[in-house]
């Protein structure tokens, strides 16, 4: 059984910072693509940023410059640096990860997610 479980997510005002984290578990061969992806109320599921198992990022164009994904293969986590929050960031917000397990098949797994809420 593979599971993702995010931490970090809390309240903080306009301006601030918040590190969002994410750890897969159980029988894993290895972790390829990994991002993070928000859902604001009322709206869809958006990509926020990927990163690939060789450490290449992509980042949508509204947090570009503010967030940072970031990954340690050694300890299956991935991370997401969030400065300059605003208002609009405010959302859920959650981890993704296509996992290969010990019976070599690769499925993609979502964490259960973690609120973000931004003051102004």
């Known amino acids: 059984q593979v599971q993702l479980v995010e931490s970090g997510g809390g309240l903080v005002q306009a301006g601030g910072s918040l590190r969002l984290s994410c750890v897969a578990s159980?029988?894993?061969?290895?972790?390829?693509?990994m991002g993070w992806y928000r859902q604001a109320p009322g709206k869809e599921r958006e990509l926020v940023a990927t990163i690939t198992e060789g450490g290449a990022t992509n980042y949508a164009d509204s947090v570009k410059g503010r967030f940072t994904i970031s990954r340690d293969n050694g300890e299956n986590t991935v991370y997401l640096h969030m400065n300059s929050l605003k208002p609009e960031d405010t959302a859920d917000y959650y981890c993704d990860a296509y996992i290969t397990s010990f019976l070599r098949t690769t499925y993609h797994y979502w964490g259960q997610g973690t609120q973000v809420t931004v003051s102004s």
């Open positions: 159980g029988r894993i061969l290895s972790i390829n693509d």
